[in-house]
């Protein structure tokens, strides 16, 4: 099975410019937890919501913060083409639930997520990942 196979197209890229509280807003709305951050598919970055909780909220940021004060620069991605377990391995060695997806241009196609990859009857890749990931 390839990554495209399963991955969710269903995603929104951020501006660096975007605020906290947007960005909060967005994830609340899309029911995601993992955003690009970039222009027209160009990635810079990446936030989840545990970054706002963890680097911002934590550390006194205020809501009208800029994603490119908290975001995380690199950039862990894996290509469509992909086979599934290819991408898995790389989520298990950077002890990561979501994976940026690109196509053959670089350009953000997708995201695929521990959820997905359950959802796929994948449930034995899922809690090898799950078991690298508790080990932060």
Excluded: W
């Excluded at 906290?20 to 810079?44: C, H, N, S, W």
């Excluded at 083409?81 to 060695?93: G, P, S, T, Y």
């Amino acid at each position: 099975m390839h990554v495209k196979d399963i991955m969710s197209t269903d995603f929104h890229i951020a501006s660096p410019q975007t605020t906290l509280r947007q960005a909060a807003e967005i994830m609340r709305d899309g029911d995601f937890g993992y955003l690009p951050v970039g222009d027209t598919f160009k990635l810079k970055g990446a936030v989840t919501d545990r970054d706002i909780v963890i680097r911002a909220v934590a550390a006194g940021m205020g809501p009208d913060t800029h994603l490119s004060d908290v975001m995380s620069e690199t950039i862990v991605y894996c290509f469509e083409d992909d086979d599934l377990r290819e991408a898995a391995d790389v989520m298990k060695r950077e002890q990561i639930r979501r994976l940026a997806v690109l196509n053959d241009s670089k350009r953000l196609v997708g995201v695929i997520t521990l959820g997905d990859i359950a959802r796929a009857d994948e449930q034995r890749l899922a809690g090898e990942i799950e078991l690298e990931v508790a080990q932060i």
